[in-house]
């Protein structure tokens, strides 16, 4: 058997790692991870480790997806068999390379053929056991002779700069060498040639150097033009056709979502999110553009994640989600079914708890699941499942004092619940209470049926999907908090007769504990709070919130006078007060920045101290270098921070790309450690620090909908066209649209249709355009790149274009 986790890799950093599953050959992980892709790569990988106590752990295996056929297998459940890792299927980077060959003649009128080779530079390299010392090897092959010379190594880095030139006599005076091989054709010689580049890692281990990629280039091609100079993707060594071992590693089974949208300034989507943005004042609400995107999408979830970002972003979600709301329950017949569908409204109101939620979720629910997923208490009830040696008693009392717990957290949490949550509830008990005014619990209901069935019993189910633990939970703490989830919901429905709600007759046997009137009572209070309109608390704003947290490495900021600027990992928090660090977690910190005192956040040159993955933090005295686990952590930690320090009045305009070091910063020579900096910051606008969202990106997301369901668009208008003239009994094929207005909801989609072909054909415009700046062989897309390969295919196919 084997302790195993899976890692998520961009080529080969990892970005993201599973928890391990011990004992076992068929582990389940069930964990989602979701990312920015803050860089280019060519494969997302997946390795499979087995852990190993003493040693160092070995690899499995690994499934390795090239971006251009992440397409295929997008949203699709598939299983992938697992290959072997070695040095070839390990290659990445790219290399660029000048070649010159030319005619020498001799003093005796003699031609000759030489070549020059000059190895500028690589990027993107593979790192080996955690390090990369490069160097070059260029040969020389022909048929009868391989000649080789070899570049300096390059200590720690994987974009390493050589710029050497080598020279090679191709072919040399036939008067030299009458008992060689050289007074064949020239010509045929040199075509014959190859010219090798290959890149290894200087290893001080025996067991010699490792492979990191190579390139094979016949001198064919130089009879055209005397010179060339291109990058190149290096490439396993025979192009990785050597035999593969079949024996079968196993399989991993993944569903990879990916989404690549091309975002074109603001000014492009004003039509289209102006059209969007009223949405709310249409009347009837079913006539707007949001609501239609709505009715076309295949899954509502689909539609509801871009039009709550992008509505929180423009402020106009509480007057959306009461127009929408208002609507759904005028169509509902039975107060008891209250939002109970998946409709869009349900769907936009999930997706706000979450994005304006989290910190919520964060501060009542946190402590206590950290605490039930360390202490692991015996909590079963099922008389049927007890282990040997547990009393039902005491696991009852255990589980009691749990739920217990987390329902005088939340309802004692009303105060911190945030103001967007509290609008959007107000509307929904208004529009409840008016609709029904026979049943007095119907305005409870109708938030209860959000709040605690949609919002707080998923986050006790699914700590991890909620951001509440890093992982999925091991089975026994999964079934306790199954167990507290339902107990929760159960008590926050409401419902009349409790113990008749369980199909499982212990469940039943259990919730007799909290029949009492002062759970109901609670809940009702806790309700009532968290819906009444105008609550403006200012507590829930004086609690500091906390945006971020986890391990990183930070040199020395130089506070003492003396001492080593050395590198330590520190625990590293920020709130929406401060930033600081201590040894590990818990611990008190040893420094804080306030938040005001942070001028700048800006990603430090890799070439300052040879580290990857590195930020710096400019405050007014100093400036606080730190690396962070991997490129997507980075970016992350960047954001946040700027996202925090935005509004700062002394923020600053330049600064230093690089570090200053030994008496002098190493971007602009300049010799003052408090010289001005020497490039522009990037900072971009000021932005509300709870939600991250880009406005025209979300829009940009719309009309990639609204394209990808054209036909259906397209169908609804005839549907409301033949609405409007028949009368009768419907037709099937339009019955599944609500069209309550077919006038104002064809001139809606009339609108929709016309801005998303103007943005179609921008799209187009703007490919063909890039298409023909496009040079194969630039840094973008060197010599190999497959995506640019098919981008060419796809482009002749539509233009023109001879290539």
Known sequence: MRDCYCTVNLDQEEVFRTKIVEKSLCPFYG???????????????????????????????????????LQKYHNRDTWFQLQHVDADSEVQGKVHLELRLSEVITDTGVVCHKLATRVLECQGLPIVNGQCDPYATVTLAGPYRSEAKKTKVKKKTNNPQFDEVFYFEVTRPSSYNKKSHFDVEDA?????MEIRVDLWNASNLKFGDEF?????????????????????????????????????????????????????????????????????????VSASAAHVLGEVCREKQEAAIPLVRLFLHYG?????????????????????????????????????????????????????????????????????????????????????????????????????????????FFSLRESAAKRF???????????????????????????????????????????????????????????KSKSASFKESYMAIFYDYFNEQKYADAVKNFLDLISSSGRRDHKSIEQPILLKEGFMI??????????????????????????????????????SIPIENILAVEKLEEESFKMKNMFQVIQPERVLYIQANNCVEAKDWIDILTKVSQCNKK??????????????????????????????????????????????????????????????????????????????????????????????????????????????????????DKFKKTKYGSQEHPIGDKSFQSYIRQQSEISAHSI
């Open 31 to 69: 964990e989602d991870f979701y990312c920015e892709i803050p860089r280019s790569f060519r494969h997302l990988s997946f390795y499979i480790f087995d852990r190993d106590v003493f040693r160092r752990d070995s690899i499995i295996g690994k499934v390795a997806i090239q971006k251009e056929d």
């Open 188 to 192: 045929d010689e040199v075509d014959k």
């Open 212 to 284: 990191l990629g190579e390139l094979r280039l016949p001198l064919k091609f130089l009879r055209q033009s005397s010179s060339y100079e291109a990058w190149y993707f290096l490439q396993p060594r025979d192009n990785g056709n050597k035999s593969l071992k079949t024996d079968d590693l196993g399989s991993l089974r993944l569903n990879v979502v990916y989404t690549e949208d091309h975002v074109f300034s603001s000014d492009y989507y004003n039509p289209l999110r102006d059209l969007l943005l009223k949405s709310a004042d249409v009347e009837p």
């Open 316 to 424: 106009r979600i509480v007057p959306f989600i009461s127009a929408i709301a208002n609507a759904e329950v005028k169509r509902t017949q039975d107060p008891n079914t209250i939002f109970r569908g998946n409709s869009l409204t349900s769907k936009c109101i999930d997706e706000t708890m979450k994005l304006a939620g989290m910190h919520y979720l964060q501060v009542t629910l946190k402590p206590i699941i950290d605490e039930i997923c360390q202490v692991h208490k015996p909590c079963e009830i099922d008389p049927v499942k007890l282990k040997d040696g547990e009393n039902l008693e005491n696991n009852r009392e255990n589980l009691r004092q749990y739920v217990d717990r987390i329902f005088t957290v939340i309802t004692k949490s009303g105060v911190s619940c945030p103001t967007v949550m509290c609008d959007i």
């Open 437 to 495: 005014q026979g049943d007095l619990d119907v305005r409870y209901t109708a938030v209860s049926s959000f709040i605690f069935l949609r919002f707080f019993a998923p986050a006790i189910l699914s700590p991890n999907l909620f951001q509440l633990t890093p992982h999925h939970p091991d089975p026994q703490t999964s079934r306790t908090l199954t167990l507290i989830s339902k107990t929760i919901q159960t008590l926050g429905s409401l419902s």
């Open 554 to 591: 930070k040199r020395a900021q130089g506070r003492k006078r003396f001492g080593m600027k050395n590198f330590k990992k520190r625990w590293f928090r920020l709130t929406n007060h401060e930033f600081t660090y201590q040894k590990s977690k818990g611990d008190h910190p040893l420094c």
């Open 651 to 768: 923020r600053l305009t330049v600064y230093h790309p690089s570090a200053y070091l030994n008496g002098h910063w190493l971007c602009c020579k300049a010799t003052a450690d408090n010289a001005p900096g020497c490039t522009p910051c990037t900072g971009g606008l000021p932005a509300n620090i709870q939600l991250d969202i880009d406005g025209d990106r979300e829009t940009e997301r719309i009309y990639s909908l609204f394209n990808l369901y054209l036909p259906k668009l397209e169908k609804m208008q005839e549907a409301c066209g033949s609405k409007s003239v028949y009368d009768g009994p419907e037709q099937e094929e339009y019955s599944t649209f609500v069209i309550d207005d077919p006038k104002e909801t064809y001139k809606t989609l009339k609108q929709i249709i016309e801005d998303v072909v103007t943005l179609e054909q921008e799209h187009a415009q703007y490919k063909r």
